[in-house]
């Protein structure tokens, strides 16, 4: 199996910053397109940013240019470096992965996501 762990949310006023981390552990053979993802109240789940096993990012435009999305497949960590953050940034975020793993003798692949973690953007 894999587990991902993220951390770094909280409290921070408008135009502060804050990165998130979160780290992949378990029977990992691969780790291939990394994201990060968030959710409002009332709202669905949305891409905020991705990045494949080759460091090529996208972003939601709604971050461009206030966001930075990176890795580092050594630790199996994703970063994301949120700076001038909004008030409507607020969310629960929530990494993900392309994770192939060991099964027993098999190979499995699969989408796996991370517990989320608070972000909340207020004076």
């Known amino acids: 199996q894999v587990q991902l762990v993220e951390s770094g949310g909280g409290l921070v006023q408008p135009g502060g910053s804050l990165r998130l981390s979160c780290a992949a552990s378990?029977?990992?053979?691969?780790?291939?397109?990394m994201g990060w993802y968030r959710q409002a109240p009332g709202k669905e789940r949305e891409l905020v940013a991705g990045i494949t096993s080759g460091g090529s990012a996208n972003y939601a435009d709604s971050v461009k240019g206030r966001f930075t999305i990176s890795r580092d497949n050594a630790k199996r960590t994703v970063y994301l470096q949120m700076n001038s953050l909004k008030p409507e940034d607020t969310a629960v975020y929530y990494c993900?992965?392309?994770?192939?793993?060991?099964?027993?003798?098999?190979?499995?692949?699969?989408?796996?996501w991370g517990q989320g973690t608070q972000v909340t953007v207020s004076s």
């Open positions: 378990g029977s990992i053979f691969s780790i291939n397109d």
């Open positions: 993900n992965a392309d994770a192939t793993y060991y099964s027993g003798s098999y190979l499995l692949r699969r989408i796996v």
